[in-house]
């Protein structure tokens, strides 16, 4: 699952341009079902004001042909890419004032999990999904219950979330998302060579994972979001019924109704409830 970020308003201002991206992304996707007959690629668009399916391997006609290979093998793709920018574009035509848009992340990381579990319910064969961020928005922390709700249910199907941000500064979500499901988070340093990050980092199987020394962070961000104002935060109050975070001290629980009282709420550091996200 290769979840594709399509956000205009970030790739206008990125310094690696969109159509250089989306070459070097093809080429690797091409690289995967080389890899293995077996091998089945879905690519979900994930835009500013929605996400959807523009490519699945399994329905791709004369997949296992030989002239069914780059260019003819993603005509398709692109096709539906241009139709859903144009959709997506058409939903929402004003750029936010004062921050750069983020992607709904938190949309088709669900749309890949539904995915997965279908395949899963679907037959006999039971195979090694993974999924693959290819992010370069900053994150929405609007987004963050969602988000993490997406990630806890991955961790549960033992499903891994492999992050390749390529934006200017890293991305919280996606580095909590790849610790705690075990996936492999990459931020490349050149963005001129992606593909060979791709190709080394994120093809192998999970299997082969186990002998090589793949990457890691130095630190991960585990800071969340308030639940009042959105806002990523250092400190807070946490709800002691629900677990909710509100980044300033509230009378009542706007997500449970408690009433707090002066020993109910706990002042506390957003990093500590890193493994305990609220879940709806």
């Given amino acids: 699952m290769v979840l594709l970020d399509t956000n205009p308003f970030f ?3 990125s310094s690696l341009p969109f159509s250089q991206f989306l070459a070097q992304v093809l080429a690797f996707l091409n690289s995967m079902l080389l890899l293995n007959q077996l091998n089945q690629v879905v690519v979900i668009a994930t835009g500013y004001n929605s996400c959807d399916y523009i490519y699945d391997s399994s329905s791709a006609p004369n997949h296992s042909s030989e002239d069914a290979r780059l260019p003819a093998l993603y005509s398709n793709l692109l096709q539906k890419l241009e139709e859903f920018m144009i959709r997506d574009e058409k939903l929402g035509k004003e750029e936010p004032r004062g921050k750069l848009a983020s992607s709904l992340l938190s949309g088709s990381l ?14 006999p064969l039971h195979p090694q999904p993974r999924i693959l961020c290819l992010q370069g928005s900053p994150d929405g922390p609007e987004q963050y219950v969602a988000v993490m709700n997406a990630i806890f249910s991955a961790q549960r199907s ?13 991305s919280a979500f996606l580095q909590q998302a790849s610790y705690i499901t075990g996936g492999v988070y990459v931020k490349p340093q050149h963005l001129d060579g992606l593909f060979q990050y791709l190709v080394t980092v994120f093809a192998t199987d999970l299997h082969s994972r186990s002998f090589l020394q793949l990457p890691r962070p130095a630190g991960v961000d585990f800071r969340a979001s308030c639940f009042c104002h959105k806002m990523t935060i250092d400190m807070g109050y946490i709800c002691s019924v629900c677990l909710s975070i509100f980044c300033k001290h509230h009378k009542k629980c706007s997500t449970c109704g408690s009433v707090f009282g002066q020993a109910q709420s706990d002042n506390t550091s957003a990093s500590d ?3 305990k996200a609220p879940e709806t």
């Fill in 11 to 13: 790739w206008t201002t």
């Fill in 273 to 275: 409830r890193k493994r």
């Fill in 110 to 123: 669900s749309m890949a999990l539904c995915y997965i579990q279908r395949v899963f319910r679907s037959g």
């Fill in 158 to 170: 033992m499903v891994p979330i492999d992050s390749c941000y390529v934006g200017a500064h890293n």
